[in-house]
């Protein structure tokens, strides 16, 4: 994503002809990243995401470079979400109960390149900060973390995702099982978060730090991207 050392190069952002033949024939396009082979895991959610404009590449000595198996900070996944709410007009919304303040974060650092983009999607209800009042962008996501933002972006312009985490929520009683267990549970059941992907999170626990690969995964299958 951009901002930050490393020249930020955008992939050029395909017709939707060009999208489809991502989508349905990934492993026949040629990859524009030096890193994301034919065996890539999540192959076809990178491109597919990059050619949708919502992830980018950063250059390298070997060429553009994607970083699958990089981890991604707070900051970094904001501004996706953030490029993913342009998409949808149910999130491009500013929340009526979020006023600017609870959006100017103290622990932002001057003139950085992800101030704007976290501060609209902190407006938007995509993210929020953390009890202490800061945000921490430059501190990395984890699964459970991602898995939530997404699917309460989802529940607000996807019907189906919205009856399946209520439906998820009332069968919990409080204070039992994990936070994220009604969120991870809606993304499992619909196919937003995939087997191959779920493989990654138990392997690392969903406290472990998302990669900007399974990121991609994730946010690929999200409805109406498909």
């Known amino acids: 994503v951009g901002g930050g050392g490393g020249g930020f190069v955008p992939v050029r952002t395909m017709n939707q002809e060009e999208v489809d033949g991502e989508i349905h024939g990934a492993s026949e396009i040629p ?3 030096a890193d ?3 065996e890539t895991l999540y ?3 990178i491109l597919k995401l990059a050619s949708l404009g919502l ?6 000595p070997v060429g553009l470079v ?3 198996v990089s981890d991604i900070d707070r900051a970094q996944f904001a501004t996706i979400m953030n490029r993913l709410s342009n998409r949808f007009q ?3 919304e500013i929340q009526s109960d979020i006023v600017a303040e609870d959006c100017d974060f103290p622990d932002f650092e001057p003139e950085k390149w992800y101030i704007e983009p976290v501060t609209e999607s902190c407006m938007r209800a995509l993210v929020q900060g953390f009890p202490d009042g800061t945000f921490r962008p430059i501190e990395f996501i984890n699964y459970a973390e991602a898995i939530a933002v997404g699917i309460r972006a989802a529940a607000r312009y996807s019907e ?3 009856v399946e985490l209520d439906r998820q929520k009332s069968i919990r009683t409080a204070g039992e099982g994990q936070w994220y267990d009604a969120y991870v549970d809606t993304a499992l059941n619909l196919g937003i978060v995939t087997e191959e992907a779920w493989e990654e999170v138990t392997e690392r626990n969903p406290w472990g730090n998302a990669t900007r690969g399974w990121i991609a995964d994730l946010i690929a299958h999200m409805p109406e991207l498909e």
Request: glycine residues 4%.
């Open 90 to 92: 149910e999130l491009t």
């Open 43 to 45: 192959r076809e959610s």
């Open 160 to 162: 189906e995702v919205a």
């Open 66 to 68: 994607f970083n699958p």
């Open 55 to 60: 992830m980018n590449g950063t250059d390298s």
């Open 31 to 33: 990859s524009p990243f």
């Open 36 to 38: 994301v082979k034919d």
